[in-house]
């Protein structure tokens, strides 16, 4: 592996209809470079899950409106999504990893319409390979791409925003694309190096103390737990592009 470019967030801009989002891509690398794409609250720890239990495929859409459309156009597909952290009316699962059981989801086709995640696949698009990348899946994500030449790191971030949650994963995954020789391509990812937490200890104070973190456990238990899973290290051993 030669090298890596690390994006902390997309910018997101106010579209034509008002509460449209559009994501405005820079200047990416070679098309055919895969992408791992990392939103750990919740966006890729969910759609891992997800993958793992069997559904079929994912759909990204960048609003609710679009989600129907798309579901519309898929019959049999389960609309997925949330504002806010909250389900998002008339769909079928929220943003949670618990949701996503076998019976639920195998073999089904998502439509997944996140605040952030959505935005950061929908970025990731130009790219051949979108690897769904969290600290879950952290090892296995990183032995996904290890053949490749160049690796981007696209971070979901919050509202076209930072998020340490996903800089920290990020800085994570590119202390370990270093040791197989890559280079940091871009100011970012020097600096997501040394946000990266060593340890699963390190990594739950990172997701649980990160504001979004803090957001989703004021919601409830049901939301904390959710937290807390999405703080394990390497608890799923594979890695899903979508």
Known sequence: MESYFVLLAPRIDPGPGGG??????????????????????????????????????????????????????????????????????????????LEYAPERVAGKTLVFASTNGSQALRLAARQRERVLASFANLSAAIERVRAARRVMVVCAGQLGRFALEDAGCAGAIGRRLRALGAEP????????????????????????????????????????????FCARLDAIDRAYAV
């Open 185 to 228: 391509l871009n100011p970012e990812a020097r600096l997501v190096e040394r946000l990266a937490p060593e340890g699963e200890g390190e990594v739950r104070a990172l997701v649980q103390g990160s504001s979004h973190g803090r957001y989703l456990r004021r919601l409830g238990a049901r939301f904390a737990r959710d937290v807390e």
């Open 20 to 97: 449209r989002r559009e994501v405005r891509a820079p200047v990416l690398l070679d098309p055919d470079a895969p992408a791992l794409v990392v939103d750990v609250l919740r966006a890729t720890t969910t759609l891992t899950v997800a993958m793992r239990n069997g559904a079929q495929r994912v759909l990204e859409a960048a609003t609710p409106e679009e989600g129907f459309a798309l579901q519309a156009r898929h019959p049999g597909s389960l609309l997925c999504g949330e504002r806010e952290g909250l389900r998002i009316p008339g769909y079928d699962l929220g943003n949670s990893p």
